[in-house]
């Protein structure tokens, strides 16, 4: 034997077999796989780019900003497991150097349009227009403008800050207040821009609960004495160890849950936040003064969402996309090749996202099996 | 000067401060299960005394955690440490020992 490394059996025997009887090894061409095109490049697109293109299709996966997965990775740890969101978004960004995925960066996409079955165009915004055989939108979420709270004082008095503000400094392992002093209370309130009819969104966020835990128990592990409040109407501790988050919270970080929504905070002299909420669990109205309001803001979606949801005629409440059926359907829309993931269609959490993005990607290579 | 039977009134709301929170910080040392409570409610629907008085042992604790001791002292007198509530409570508070830690902080005051 020649060649030692070949191993018996394969190539060598094909080779003494007439050639009608080898098995047919067809190269597909570039031109001849389908050709996926993702909209939007968060955890959703980035990951179902990467379970479309492990079963051979090409992808094409555009972001408006010319960083991806910016949601993420505004995030210091994450629920419930408190891993490094910088390290699960650097895992996703490296298995994306696949040959099938090209990523266009800073490429909006302007509309996409069906020609016929099987044929769609996506143009972007400087009008360039690309093929594909399916389209997913992946255009994801958008956090709630504070400001339209007006009587919660956000960029009206210091002390009161976003729960994406207070994330930021912790990746920065430095929580202070504007005067640069360690916080002795910090208040966390719920729901900021969920369940509220004045803003126009009845739904919850989903996430923000489980997210006030986290950030109060990392608080409490920087700062063991900063006292903890966290104002909420329910506690919607739903996911796998969030409840045990909650008891964890309650029983080692001696955070203080308070039922009651805050409906009004003013400046204090000396920089602070005075609030005024009700203790609905004894019937009392509170006043308390903190060093640190943060908000926990809801989930709305993208502009991109909006925007591509409404020309493709799939809008669905509150101007998410809407999917054509909550079941089996999800991940389908009633354009034929038009699929969706992630959080363009509803709050969610990352977990969900990554299952969403897998299903959708499922749907999609069958749907082009069937091409 | 005809009097219409108004009066001022004391504010009701509660103001949170610091010293209020001491003799809490000491019940939670001496029952520490006592942090754990979520509210539910549990205790006080198969509360004995409660089936007759409008003693609630729920609200009571809450009281206790924002420092309203004034409203407590007669309130806790009504619990007759039969210990129903300790064995309902899903978080495994030790209502009955926080109950009787309860009182032994008050009667400091
Ligand atoms: S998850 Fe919690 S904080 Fe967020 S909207 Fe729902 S109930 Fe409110
Ligand atoms: S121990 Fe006291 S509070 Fe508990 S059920 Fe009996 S009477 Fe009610
Ligand atoms: S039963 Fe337990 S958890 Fe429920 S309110 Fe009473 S003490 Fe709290």
Redesign the pocket.
């Known amino acids: 034997m020649k060649d030692k490394k070949e191993r018996p059996g394969e190539r060598r025997t094909w080779s003494l077999l007439p050639k009608a009887l080898r098995p047919r090894i067809e190269v597909q061409t570039q031109e001849e796989r389908p050709v996926v095109a993702i909209i939007g490049a968060g955890p959703a697109g980035m990951e179902a780019a990467i379970q479309i293109a492990r079963q051979s299709c090409q992808v094409l996966l555009f972001e408006a900003n010319a960083d991806l997965a910016l949601n993420l990775q505004n995030k210091y740890k994450l629920f419930p497991d408190m891993s490094d969101a910088q390290t699960l978004a650097q895992g996703m960004m490296l298995a994306l150097e696949h040959p099938l995925i090209t990523v266009y960066r800073q490429t909006p996409i302007k509309h996409v349009v069906q020609v016929e079955n099987f044929h769609w165009q996506v143009f972007t915004e400087d009008n360039r227009v690309f093929k594909a055989t399916a389209v997913l939108l992946c255009t994801g979420y958008e956090v709630f403008d504070a400001r339209r709270k007006e009587e919660l004082g956000y960029g009206i008095y210091n002390g009161v800050i976003t729960s994406l503000e207070l994330e930021n400094m912790f990746k920065q392992e430095h929580i202070s207040t504007l005067t640069g002093d360690s916080p002795k209370r910090v208040v966390f309130l719920?729901?900021v821009g969920?369940?509220d009819e004045k803003v126009g969104n009845r739904y919850?966020?989903?996430?923000?609960?489980v997210t006030?835990v986290k950030q109060a128990i990392e608080l409490k592990r920087m700062h063991p004495e900063t006292e903890v409040y966290v104002f909420?109407?329910?506690?919607?501790m739903w996911g796998k160890g969030f409840e045990e988050m909650y008891r964890v919270a309650q029983e080692q970080y001696n955070i203080r849950f308070v039922r009651g929504r805050i409906s009004e905070a003013a400046g204090t002299f000396d920089g602070g936040v005075q609030i005024k909420a009700e203790d609905t669990l004894i019937g009392k109205p509170l006043k308390m003064r903190t060093d640190l309001l943060v908000l926990?803001l809801?989930m709305e979606a993208s502009c991109g969402t909006k925007q591509l949801a409404k020309s493709c005629g799939i809008v669905g409440d509150y101007g998410f996309a809407g999917s054509l059926d909550p079941h089996l359907n999800d991940n389908h829309t009633h354009r034929k090749g038009l699929f969706l993931a992630g959080t363009c269609k509803r709050p969610m959490s990352l977990t969900d996202v990554i299952a969403d993005a897998r299903s959708a990607a499922m749907e999609i290579i069958n749907y082009l099996s069937k091409q | 000067m005809k009097s219409f039977g108004f009066s001022i009134a004391k504010p009701r709301s509660l103001e949170i401060d610091g010293e209020s929170l001491e003799r809490l910080h000491r019940l939670e040392e001496k029952e520490p299960s006592f942090k754990r409570c979520f509210n539910c409610g549990g205790c006080t629907a198969t509360c004995s005394a409660g089936q007759f008085t409008d003693f609630n042992i729920r609200r009571v604790h809450n009281l206790y955690r924002w420092g309203r001791y004034q409203e407590l002292g007669e309130e806790l007198r009504k619990c007759m440490l039969c210990g129903k509530c300790t064995l309902v409570c899903p978080r495994g508070v030790n209502l009955r020992h926080l109950i009787v830690s309860m009182r032994e902080l008050l009667n400091e005051l």
Do not use: I, T
Request: charged residues 20%; positive net charge.
């Open positions: 719920q729901c969920s369940r919850c966020s989903k996430v923000c609960c006030a909420y109407m329910d506690l919607r926990m809801g």
